[in-house]
């Protein structure tokens, strides 16, 4: 039985690394802003770095990148739930 | 080799296997714990926005540098985890149980220093319901309280994960796991990584808040 015909794409290590390697840069540069007391830097890190980790760990790690284009549509569906999720709240919470 | 990918029987066992169906039913998993979790990061934003400022004093006491330290074990370990899937597939089983095993050994290093943490925090008269706390101010309070509650739930599922790993290293050591079998560990893999992607999240939210 060939597991190949199914999932082709093998990714070597050195893609693994390198966005190893990316992630733990960005760590850095998240920790980096924190730490100079300005409360703007340390929000811009949380609302864009942050979610830039996750999302090599989805694609890469998860190897969501090479996969369907229905289970990339369903990971889609559930952050979108999310989403939907938090702007409700907050939005209630904010015009109340 | 006409049968559908996602149905195949394998010819040596007659055993049927749905591979496709196997990732699909994990990442489903993986949603409703995307969503657990988002419940709580929707209740740790709702609260910080009512109390901002108890919210930054109380980070100010968590260990930044212990925190730090545990993002990038974590980090390494995700590392290790998809190395271990890589290694299998390309049929190198030694490599991939070392990296499989040097996975689980990083889990017990963040635990290890989540024990020293809440240990140094138990100490200081710091959690739930304890007499110091009660007497702080109502932010404080549910800054702890997320914080032991967040961080004890993904400790469990860190230690969750640990526990499968070593299921998986012993299934691999038996040839269960193969280059042509292995969607138990790349599932493993999937678990691992939400686990990852959650603490990405933990870590400004409570260690850097301040």
């Given amino acids: ?96 | 080799m006409s049968m559908p990918a996602e149905t195949q029987v394998a010819e040596h066992t007659g055993e049927h296997r749905d591979y496709v169906g196997a990732k699909l039913g994990m990442w489903i998993f993986v949603f409703t714990e995307l969503i657990l979790f988002g419940g709580l990061f929707v209740a740790y934003g709702m609260y910080r926005s009512m109390h901002a400022h108890e919210f930054h004093k109380a980070s100010g006491e968590l260990n930044i540098t212990l925190g730090v330290i545990n993002t990038l074990v974590l980090l390494t370990s995700s590392l290790t985890m998809v190395l271990s899937i890589v290694a299998i597939r390309l049929q190198r089983k030694r490599q991939s149980m070392i990296f499989l095993a040097s996975t689980m050994l990083l889990g017990a290093v963040f635990l290890v220093n989540k024990v020293f943490e809440w240990t140094a925090k138990i100490h200081h008269g710091i959690y739930p319901g304890s007499e110091h706390l009660m007497a702080r101010p109502p932010g404080e309070r549910l800054f702890f309280g997320l914080y032991f509650g967040m961080t004890g739930l993904h400790g469990l599922h860190v230690t969750v994960g640990v526990v499968v790993m070593s299921v998986m290293l012993a299934l691999v050591a038996r040839d269960k796991i193969r280059h042509d079998d292995y969607i138990k560990l790349e599932n493993t893999g999937l678990y691992w990584h939400l686990v990852d992607i959650i603490w990405i999240f933990l870590l400004p939210l409570f260690y850097l808040a301040a």
């Fill in chain 1, 1 to 96: 039985m060939q597991q190949k015909a199914e999932s082709p794409h093998i990714v070597g290590y050195a893609t693994f690394i390198k966005v190893w390697i990316a992630l733990v840069v960005l760590t850095g540069v998240l920790v980096g802003l924190s730490v100079t007391h300005r409360p703007n830097l340390a929000v811009l890190g949380l609302l864009f770095i942050t979610p830039t980790k996750a999302s090599l760990v989805l694609f890469y790690f998860m190897h969501l990148k090479y996969e369907s284009a229905a289970l990339k549509f369903m990971a889609s569906a559930a952050i979108a739930a999310l989403i939907i999720f938090i702007t409700l709240t907050f939005s209630d919470y904010l015009f109340r």
